[in-house]
């Protein structure tokens, strides 16, 4: 499976999540910010940092 079709698996479970963003916030595809969120987590991750 490409990474192109397991994004597109992962966005489609959030497919009627509203994205809250505004403004400059808005120029990154709001389902790829999701899949680094998960990385981050799942790796551990506590902050933005």
Request: hydrophobic share 40%; net charge negative; glycine share 12%.
């Amino acid at each position: 499976m490409s990474s192109k079709e397991t994004l597109e698996q992962f966005g489609s479970c959030w497919e009627g999540l509203e994205d809250p963003r505004c403004g400059n916030a808005a120029l990154h595809d709001f389902h790829e910010l999701l899949m680094i969120a998960l990385c981050c987590v799942l790796c551990g991750g506590q902050g933005a940092v």
